[in-house]
């Protein structure tokens, strides 16, 4: 029963999904009324909306991916029950947005600097994981059933470990999101600089036979697979992060002895059950991360297409 509800509630959060995307994605927009680039401002308010947006839709699998990471003895789906997939969704989802806003103004930024898309995705993740962090420990605390609510987490930790607590796990965390965030920008714009070269190309050939302009830039549903792709390799990439980061922020949820440490950590699930353990919830993750990306990078290039067309020529948000 309890994996048939969770079947039925997939259903209807996929069929939003879906209903989201057509509304907002496939709208035709004029690209010639676009005569400016987003303002740092605009980047900021993009980011964060297609991040949260984008989060919340996806919130239950990324559950999923928390409970099959952690230890022997944690409580699994069927003691918890299907609530756990949403437990934390709203108030978690609510940091997205600054996640969001965070990295894709600063990529935005500092793309076309010295720094290149590989320093400015860096800057991304580092400037994200000021929040991502304590994002990450409040959720996966929530969906693994250490705390019943938002408010008792809060309390809890601050309580018993004060605001370094917010930031358990900080150094797999950031060992995760750097590399992460850096693989999937970077092999977006690779990719999108290919398809913009193709396209190029082309021009001539194209204004010569039918007097038609090549579109210089990605499409709402061609950043959605080129984010899937991107979001894809840089999973499995940083799997081992990971599963080391949902293990040391979800210890209180296993009856068994503590890790020490990070290196006790690896060195514990590497003696007791083998390098596999360290690919564990890479279905679940791999789904969350290239839904979550592909919905972010299309988002983020619909709603930018949106704005530029309402604002031609003055930035709403010029900071």
Same mark, same amino acid.
């Given at each position: 029963l309890q994996f048939f509800s969770l079947f039925c509630f997939s259903t209807l959060e996929i069929m939003k999904l879906f209903k989201i995307m057509i509304v907002i994605l496939f709208k035709q927009i004029n690209a010639e009324?676009? %005569?400016? &680039? %987003?303002?740092?401002? $605009?980047?900021? !308010?993009?980011?964060?909306?297609? #991040?949260?947006g984008s989060q919340l839709a996806l919130y239950p699998i990324d559950a999923l991916r928390t409970l099959a990471q952690t230890r022997a003895g944690a409580k699994g789906l069927k003691e918890l029950g299907v609530k756990s997939l949403i437990?934390?969704?709203?108030?978690? =989802?609510?940091?997205? *947005?600054?996640?969001?806003a965070l990295q894709f103004a600063t990529y935005g930024a500092l793309s076309q600097t010295r720094l290149g898309p590989l320093g400015a995705s860096a800057a991304g993740a580092m400037a994200s994981s000021v929040v991502s962090i304590p994002q990450e420990v409040l959720k996966q605390r929530l969906v693994s059933g250490i705390y019943p609510n938002f408010y008792s987490a809060v309390k809890s930790i601050w309580t018993t470990n004060g605001f370094r607590g917010f930031y358990t796990g900080f150094l797999p965390t950031i060992s995760r999101n750097v590399p992460f965030v850096i693989l999937t920008f970077t092999t977006f714009?690779?990719? $999108?600089?290919?398809?913009l070269k193709m396209r190029t190309q082309q021009q001539s050939t194209n204004a010569h036979e039918n007097g038609k302009t090549t /579109? *210089?830039?990605?499409?709402?549903? $061609?950043?959605?697979q080129v984010g899937i792709v991107s979001a894809l390799l840089a999973s499995l990439l940083t799997q081992p992060f990971d599963v080391v980061k949902t293990r040391m922020m979800t210890q209180a949820a296993s009856n068994?002895?503590?890790y020490r440490n990070? #290196?006790?950590?690896?060195?514990?699930? +590497? #003696?007791? $059950?083998? !390098?596999? =353990?360290? *690919?564990?919830?890479?279905? &679940? #993750?791999?789904?969350y991360s290239s839904g979550l990306w592909a919905l972010q990078f299309g988002? /983020?290039?619909? !709603?930018? /297409? %949106?704005?530029?067309? /309402?604002?031609?020529?003055?930035?709403? +948000?010029?900071c």
């Amino acid at each position: 029963l309890q994996f048939f509800s969770l079947f039925c509630f997939s259903t209807l959060e996929i069929m939003k999904l879906f209903k989201i995307m057509i509304v907002i994605l496939f709208k035709q927009i004029n690209a010639e009324k676009i %005569v400016r &680039q %987003v303002s740092n401002g $605009e980047r900021l !308010l993009i980011g964060g909306t297609a #991040r949260a947006g984008s989060q919340l839709a996806l919130y239950p699998i990324d559950a999923l991916r928390t409970l099959a990471q952690t230890r022997a003895g944690a409580k699994g789906l069927k003691e918890l029950g299907v609530k756990s997939l949403i437990s934390g969704a709203g108030v978690t =989802s609510s940091f997205a *947005y600054f996640i969001g806003a965070l990295q894709f103004a600063t990529y935005g930024a500092l793309s076309q600097t010295r720094l290149g898309p590989l320093g400015a995705s860096a800057a991304g993740a580092m400037a994200s994981s000021v929040v991502s962090i304590p994002q990450e420990v409040l959720k996966q605390r929530l969906v693994s059933g250490i705390y019943p609510n938002f408010y008792s987490a809060v309390k809890s930790i601050w309580t018993t470990n004060g605001f370094r607590g917010f930031y358990t796990g900080f150094l797999p965390t950031i060992s995760r999101n750097v590399p992460f965030v850096i693989l999937t920008f970077t092999t977006f714009a690779a990719i $999108e600089s290919h398809i913009l070269k193709m396209r190029t190309q082309q021009q001539s050939t194209n204004a010569h036979e039918n007097g038609k302009t090549t /579109n *210089y830039h990605l499409s709402a549903i $061609e950043s959605m697979q080129v984010g899937i792709v991107s979001a894809l390799l840089a999973s499995l990439l940083t799997q081992p992060f990971d599963v080391v980061k949902t293990r040391m922020m979800t210890q209180a949820a296993s009856n068994a002895i503590p890790y020490r440490n990070i #290196r006790d950590c690896c060195l514990t699930m +590497l #003696r007791t $059950e083998g !390098l596999s =353990s360290f *690919y564990k919830g890479l279905p &679940q #993750r791999s789904a969350y991360s290239s839904g979550l990306w592909a919905l972010q990078f299309g988002l /983020n290039a619909r !709603l930018t /297409n %949106v704005l530029l067309h /309402n604002h031609p020529t003055t930035a709403i +948000l010029p900071c």
